[in-house]
Nanobody, 125 residues
Framework: QVQLVESGGGLVQAGGSLRLACVAS????????MGWFRQAPGKEREFVAG????????LYDDSVKGRFTISRDNTKNALYLQIESLKPEDTAVYYC??????????????????WGQGTQVTVSS
């Protein structure tokens, strides 16, 4: 059974930083592209960042380019999201997601088969 467990969320002031982590189990981690999504209250879950199986390709939503950095450590089955210059509009629950085996990394939510429970990020102004 695939498990994705996020951590690192919290309450921060605007302009601050956070590092989110996701630890995966129950899958061959390096076989899967990975991604981060977020969902703000009253809004649909949206793509934030994605990374290919060995990290050679990264994708970002335009709203986070230059502030968010996705990375992975396949030796630790871990996915990370470094967030800089946080804005109040970044407030959301952030979800880790695993894509399907051996597929290219995608921004499409339907390409991600497994999801974590999420970690809350709240940015105060």
């Amino acid at each position: 059974q695939v498990q994705l467990v996020e951590s690192g969320g919290g309450l921060v002031q605007a302009g601050g930083s956070l590092r989110l982590a996701c630890v995966a189990s129950g899958l061959s981690f390096s076989h899967h592209p990975m991604g981060w999504f977020r969902q703000a209250p009253g809004k649909e879950r949206e793509f934030v960042a994605g990374i290919s199986r060995f990290g050679s390709t990264t994708l970002y939503d335009d709203s986070v380019k230059g502030r968010f950095t996705i990375s992975r450590d396949n030796t630790k089955n871990a996915l990370y999201l470094q967030i800089e210059s946080l804005k109040p509009e970044d407030t959301a629950v952030y979800y880790c997601a695993a894509g399907r085996s051996f597929q290219v990394v995608s921004k499409d939510r339907s390409d991600f088969a497994s999801w974590g429970q999420g970690t809350q990020v709240t940015v105060s102004s």
